[in-house]
Structure formats: structure tokens, C-alpha cells
């Protein structure tokens, strides 16, 4: 029997090889006929995802093939609706497609949220033609700084930020509408609390937790996810009150079979949902970190399901979850009958930055020779020439390692380890990062990008005097300010202290020239490894200037 997936890139590959192993004929989909997972499938067409008649078309023709066509499924995409689309029209089990859509438009998904008074924050849609002198007006009407504005219809956080003042609304909102598809954005309110992301796979009535992660979020005004450790970490009242908002909050969407995801927010007012997908999640969570902690390819047991067969792994190895809805919706009913597949072990998901330049080359200081470091998984735009950021949203991140562990605090320590051990090179003398370096910034971007480590006051600055000889260990001149309480445990993006890379600059540089103490250590304190290096090259190229 044939299966269609929709879409062929990485976080497309899980699917495939699941596919495969359930033994279907794997039939994909993308508009990229160089995506990188198209060797894993039996047959590649090119079909823009956004073509849903396209697609139908192609679905029609696998149907009346020899072999059928069982199942439609995508994971990690933006497309489910367009999986309920066509298995709408083809008779084949997959959510409604009204509901895909409203688990697809975050506008739409707000709405059912409000009428079936499930708990979410507050919001305004905003289209081209609301961009006026009245908008911030309207918006503040309802809600207060800070607020949220995103695309209504986009993933991997790509044109959301938090707007903190008046000042950075309407770069905000234009930016946002610009990268919607459909061009509208959501403004809405502005949840306060830790942020978890929840799969599920829902069936026959049925909802069963399938990964619970915490996220981590940082780097204001943007929402960088700098990682996700799985299982969370939560007490039980706590973990009933987030899966069973977010079951009502599946229901309140219409889902019925298939995958639901959710970001989630436990804020001071209880549980409150960010948004809901109807498709298993991406960034490494549904097809890579939940696997390895729980050892249940749930991209399989989702497969299954699309394909009309009984999820049998999934059945046999679930537990209830009691159901326990929040204050804010107490007497809501129950929705589903609850389950969970618990996590065996911990996995740590964490990505590596890059501070803005262009790529000279990229090198680990170290192998990879620790077994918990399941994956490595750079980003195929980052190459030897490409301009690289800070990011501004998740897929501007440079890079991803997954570590693996029985123990929670080693699955951790040896992520952020194998993180800090991975180094890209900055092409020397060049704009972008000198700029970044003297601390420039946008107006409507205060103190962003951040600095490697807490800046350094004027007066402590003024106390950095002389040079670092040609060839002498930078370790051996760490400044006292940065050796006080409030710099020696500080960590940089990718997990340094100013120790270690003072130590990592003696390791990759071990013959440079002679080196300004004020503009090494400030380049230090502002771009960490990175900065250290590209300063040296750049007096390296200019001749000691």
C-alpha cells in the first residue's frame, strides 16, 4: 500500500523511515526537489505544499494505482490542513478538514479557544489594511504591554516577537503580516510563566500524551527556543492541569484522529494555551527526543492511526492521566479519556548560535566521543561563505545536539558540553561583525542581540589596560573584574564561561599577534569564543592594526 507524506526535509525523515518500516511504499512531496530526504522514499514529485489541489490530484492518481493509497501524513510542517484536505475528499482518516484549518490559523484557533472557554490570552487580528495611527490605539483597548504579535499562519517562531513599548509596535506588526502567508498577524497578550511543548495522538475518543517537554525560551524581544529537556520536570497537580487544558483545547479545534501539538504556558491564572497544531511537532522533538527517552516511535503509532490500523504500541504501553481542568475552566467537561506514554530516561535537545558574520570555516575543539551525544545535526544553510546572525527566530539557529542519559543532569551537562565544543570561525575585518561588536543596535530592538556575558560599566573598562604578547596564553590574563563573583560562573549562549573561553582561544589560537587587552576582553564580554578569535584574525589580516 502507498502512503503520501507531505514534505521531504529533515524533519520529514522520521516519517519516511517510519513509513518504511510499516511497510508501506513512501511517496513524497515537497517543492524543494533538492530536499534532504528524498533518497529515504520510494518515489519524489515536486508539489508545493501550499497546492492542496495539487496535491489531491497526485493523491487521486496513488489511489487508483495498483496499490492504493492508505494513508496522507505530514509531521513538523505547516501543511496539516492540507493532509485533511485531501483525505476529506478521499475518504481516508485524518482530523476534519474545518478543524485542521482552525488548528493551522492562529486568529481562527483563538476564536474556538474564546467560544468554548478555554483558557488563552487575548488577541486582535490585524490585516494590511489595519496598519494605521488607530491600531495601537485599538489593541491597547484590550490588552497591555507587553504584548505578542506573530504571523497568523507560520511556524518556527519566523516574524514573532514581544513588543515591549509603543516604540517597537509597528516594526512589529509590518514584519509580522509580511511573513503571514495569508498576510495577517495576531496581536495578542503576553503569558508570564514557564513554556512547555505537548504532543498527542488522538484516537477513537481517546488523547494520549506522547512527549511533555519543557522549553527553553530566552533572548527578548524575540522567543529563541535554545532547547527543550524531556521529560519536564513538574509536580502532578501541575502536569494533569497542562494535558488536560490542553485536551479541552484540542476538542474546542474539532480534533478527532491524528496528531495534536501544543505550546503551553503555566502562568499565575493556571494552564494557558499558546497555540495548537494538528500535527506531531518538529524541532527534534516528536521524531528524535521523545523517541530516544520513551523508546516509542510515535511517529509510527501516528501513521498507524492515519492508515486506519490500531496503534497497538501505543495501546499497550499508555497510562490514565487523571483529569484535572484549572481554576479558569473548572467546569468544563471531560473532553477525552486521558493517557500518557511516560519517558524511561532524559533527553536534552540544545542549539548553538553564531554571533552575525560570514562563515570562514567550522571546527570542534573536541570529538564527539561521549556516548550520550545521540545526534549532531547542523543546519545545511550554515556553509564555509553563507552570512550568518543571531537569531531572530528558531530556524536562524545554527545547529542542534541531542544528548541522552538515564540521568537527567548528565542528558544535560553533556548537551551543553558537546555545544560549547562546537566553533564556527568568523571571516576577519568584516561589517556586520564590528558592528555587532561596538554594540550596535535597532531602535525598535533594545539590547538585542545580547551580550555574550553581562556588559562591562565604563568604570571596569577604564581598569583593562596594556596587551596580551604575541603568542602568551589570553588564560593567563584574564582580567580581575572578570574573575569576580559576577562574571566567574556567568555562561554565554553556547554554554561558555569566560574561563573556558579564555582557555578554547589559547587551544585554537595558540600563535597570534599582539593583542589590545581593552578591545580583546570587551570583544570577549560582547561575542564570547567567537569574538575572541575573529579579533584576532582581523589584527592577524590587518597587520597589528
Known amino acids: 500500500m502507498n502512503i503520501l507524506i507531505l514534505g521531504a526535509g529533515l524533519m520529514q525523515k522520521p516519517a519516511i523511515l517510519s513509513a518504511k518500516e510499516a511497510g508501506f511504499t513512501v511517496n513524497v512531496i515537497d517543492a524543494d526537489d533538492k530536499a534532504v530526504a528524498i533518497p529515504y522514499a520510494d518515489t519524489f514529485r515536486k508539489i508545493d505544499l501550499k497546492d492542496k489541489e495539487g496535491i489531491l490530484e497526485y493523491a487521486r492518481e496513488l489511489k487508483a494505482s495498483e496499490g492504493g493509497l492508505a494513508a496522507v501524513f505530514t509531521a513538523g510542517t505547516d501543511f496539516s490542513a492540507s493532509v485533511s484536505y485531501v483525505c476529506e475528499a478521499l475518504g481516508l482518516p485524518a482530523h476534519r478538514h474545518q478543524a485542521a484549518v482552525n488548528a493551522s490559523v492562529k486568529t481562527v484557533m483563538r476564536q474556538c479557544f474564546s467560544d468554548s472557554n478555554v483558557p488563552s490570552p487575548a488577541f486582535v487580528r490585524v490585516g494590511r489594511e489595519d496598519i494605521n495611527e488607530s491600531l495601537l490605539n485599538k489593541v491597547l483597548q484590550k490588552m497591555n504591554f507587553p504584548l505578542v ?101 484540542a476538542k474546542a479545534l474539532g480534533l478527532t484522529t491524528g496528531a495534536a501539538k501544543a505550546d503551553i504556558k503555566y502562568t499565575d491564572k493556571g494552564p494557558m494555551i499558546g497555540e495548537i497544531a494538528g500535527r506531531l511537532s518538529g524541532g527534534y522533538m516528536s521524531g528524535w527526543t521523545y523517541p530516544y527517552a520513551s523508546d516509542l516511535n510515535l511517529t509510527k503509532q501516528g501513521i498507524l492511526i492515519a492508515a486506519g490500523r490500531e496503534p497497538e504500541e501505543l495501546l499497550k504501553r499508555r497510562k490514565p492521566v487523571e483529569y484535572t481542568p484549572s481554576e479558569l475552566c473548572k467546569s468544563a467537561e471531560k473532553p477525552y479519556e486521558l493517557f500518557e506514554v511516560p519517558c524511561v530516561r532524559t533527553s536534552a535537545e540544545r542549539a548553538w548560535m553564531s554571533i552575525p558574520g560570514k562563515v570562514k570555516y567550522i571546527e570542534n575543539i573536541k570529538d564527539y566521543s561521549d556516548r550520550a551525544v545521540f545526534d549532531v545535526l547542523p543546519r545545511a544553510t550554515v556553509q564555509l561563505g553563507s552570512e550568518v546572525d543571531f537569531p531572530r527566530n528558531n530556524v536562524e ?16 551537562a553533556v548537551a551543553q558540553d558537546a555545544v560549547a565544543d562546537v566553533f564556527i570561525t568568523l571571516e576577519p575585518d568584516n561589517k556586520k561583525t564590528e558592528e555587532f561588536l561596538a554594540g550596535s543596535e535597532q531602535k525598535d530592538e533594545k539590547a538585542f542581540p545580547p551580550s555574550a556575558f553581562s556588559k562591562l560599566p565604563p568604570t571596569a573598562l577604564a581598569d583593562i589596560n596594556g596587551s596580551i604578547s604575541q603568542n602568551q596564553k589570553a588564560a593567563d590574563f584574564i582580567p580581575k573584574v572578570l574573575q569576580t563573583a559576577e562574571y566567574i560562573n556567568m555562561t554565554d549562549w553556547n554554554f561558555n564561561t569566560i574561563a573556558a573561553t579564555a582557555q578554547k582561544f589559547d587551544i585554537l589560537r595558540p600563535k597570534h599577534p599582539e593583542l589590545d587587552a581593552k578591545r580583546f576582553w570587551s570583544a570577549v564580554v560582547r561575542g564570547g569564543i567567537q569574538a575572541a578569535v575573529y579579533v584576532s584574525d582581523t589584527v592577524e589580516k590587518l597587520g597589528g592594526k
Open 149 to 249: 504579535v506573530k504571523p497568523v499562519d507560520n511556524m518556527g517562531a519566523r516574524g514573532c516577537r514581544m513588543v515591549r513599548n509603543e516604540e517597537e509596535f509597528m516594526p512589529a506588526v509590518e514584519i509580522a503580516v509580511k511573513c503571514s502567508r495569508t498576510g495577517y498577524a495576531i496581536v495578542e497578550e503576553y503569558m508570564e510563566g514557564p513554556e512547555f511543548s505537548i504532543d498527542a495522538l488522538v484516537y477513537n475518543g481517546t488523547f494520549t500524551v506522547t512527549g511533555f517537554a519543557i522549553r527553553h525560551i530566552k533572548y527578548p524581544p524575540y522567543f529563541i527556543e535554545i532547547g527543550h529537556t524531556m521529560p519536564a520536570e513538574l509536580d502532578k497537580k501541575m502536569h494533569d492541569e497542562l494535558i488536560s487544558v490542553f485536551a479541552l483545547g
Open 397 to 412: 539557529k545554527c545547529g542542534n545536539i541531542i544528548a541522552v542519559s538515564h540521568s537527567r543532569e548528565a542528558a544535560i
